[in-house]
Nanobody
Framework: QVQLLESGGGLVQAGGSLRLSCAAS????????MAWFRQAPGKEREFVSR????????YGPDSVKGRFTISRDNTKNTLYLQMNSLKPEDTAVYYC????????????????WGQGTQVTVSS
């Protein structure tokens, strides 16, 4: 089992920044592919970014490329998402996830989930 706990969400004005963190406990963090997903009200859960065990990164929607940066610190068992130039359309609950499939970008390919952290961007 892996337990995941997100933090760092909040209310920010458009153009602002937030840094999300996801603290992992349980089985060795470095064994897992880690990812961020988000879900806006009335919408399906959307893949944002993933980072492999060795640090290979994939981003999802074009809208986050160049603004969001995923990273991981295996010594701290923590996943991060630095979000800059935030837009109202980034408003969602952000979830971190852990899994074993190297190239996974679908939510159902991940085995463990955090409870989510709310990000609200005002215009």
């Amino acid at each position: 089992q892996v337990q995941l706990l997100e933090s760092g969400g909040g209310l920010v004005q458009a153009g602002g920044s937030l840094r999300l963190s996801c603290a992992a406990s349980g089985r060795p963090f470095s064994n897992y592919v880690m990812a961020w997903f988000r879900q806006a009200p009335g919408k399906e859960r959307e893949f944002v970014s993933r980072i492999s065990r060795s640090g290979v990164i994939t981003y999802g929607p074009d809208s986050v490329k160049g603004r969001f940066t995923i990273s991981r610190d295996n010594t701290k068992n923590t996943l991060y998402l630095q979000m800059n130039s935030l837009k109202p359309e980034d408003t969602a609950v952000y979830y971190c996830a852990a899994g074993l499939k190297t190239f996974a970008t679908d939510w159902n390919q991940y085995d463990y989930w955090g409870q989510g952290t709310q990000v609200t961007v005002s215009s």
